[in-house]
């Protein structure tokens, strides 16, 4: 396939500039998972610390996980805030995707606005839980792939997220 590459250590963006059917068999060959970002009453964003014995231990990122098969991303991630936070969500617009790669494994990551429908969240997959100002968002150690989320979830004092568009159907900001 051919594709221009934007690199970091371990993350990179695609832009395939060959054939569609190419980039479905590479997209086919990769773990998607989904990833929500989840605001309180006041414009905080919910995060998460992954658990220091689990691949990228230590490093906090927005709450998510892997979509399984048959399932789509939305639900995926549905699923995957009621398993480890305990809450129903009603999942909203995609905001942005990353590419994460490191040898043997491939990530393609999809974040999505997403509105608490009920419950508060609890730490249930033992991870740590954190309300942020959007604007403190980079003193939080994340891996790398969420780098250009939290570039535009900061811009502005987070304005510039809130503005962002949402489908019709979607909860407002």
Same mark, same amino acid.
């Given at each position: ?41 006041? $414009?905080? @964003?919910?995060?998460?610390?992954? *658990? =220091? ?5 230590? !490093?906090? %990122?927005?709450? +998510? $996980?892997? @979509?399984?098969?048959?399932?789509? *991303? =939305? ?5 995957? !805030?009621? %398993?480890?936070? +305990? ?87």
């Amino acid at each position: 396939m051919q594709a221009r590459e934007t690199t970091t250590p371990t993350t990179r963006a695609l832009y395939p500039t060959s054939s569609p059917v190419a980039l479905a068999g590479t997209l086919r060959s990769m773990i998607i998972v989904t990833a929500a970002v989840i605001r309180d009453e006041v $414009g905080r @964003v919910l995060l998460a610390r992954r *658990p =220091a014995d689990r691949h990228m231990g230590g !490093l906090w %990122e927005f709450p +998510g $996980g892997k @979509v399984h098969e048959g399932e789509s *991303p =939305a639900a995926g991630l549905a699923r995957e !805030l009621a %398993e480890e936070l +305990g809450v129903e969500a009603r999942i909203g617009a995609p905001i942005t995707f990353a590419v994460h790669e490191e040898p043997g494994l491939a990530i393609l990551l999809l974040f999505y606005r997403a509105t608490l429908v009920t419950g508060r969240p609890l730490p249930l997959d033992g991870q740590e839980l954190a309300w942020v100002e959007p604007s403190e968002l980079d003193r939080y150690e994340m891996p790398p792939a969420d780098a250009a989320l939290v570039q535009t979830l900061t811009r502005d004092g987070g304005r510039a997220s809130q503005a962002l568009p949402f489908e019709e159907g979607d909860a407002a900001p």
